[in-house]
């Protein structure tokens, strides 16, 4: 599946292919929850400073994810 991640106003928002949108709640810079999923992400940085990939930590199963 794909994981897209938005940002409006401010707010980032997790969308998986073919799910409803949900608002993240942030848990620190790089790191955020999705409490209604039981699912937290956090976003990878590479040398530039540039997010490069996610990791999706849901139902005890850590999953990367490279950017598209």
């Not at 949900?22 to 810079?29: P, Q, T, V």
């Not at 039981?38 to 999706?56: P, Q, Y």
């Amino acid at each position: 599946f794909i994981l897209e991640i938005t940002n409006a106003d401010g707010k980032l928002s997790a969308q998986a292919t073919g799910q409803s949108k949900i608002e993240m709640e942030a848990l620190g810079a790089d790191h955020f929850s999705i409490p209604v999923v039981g699912a937290e992400i956090t976003f990878v940085k590479g040398s530039d400073g540039k997010v490069v990939s996610l990791i999706l930590n849901q139902g005890g199963r850590k999953t990367e994810a490279k950017r598209l």
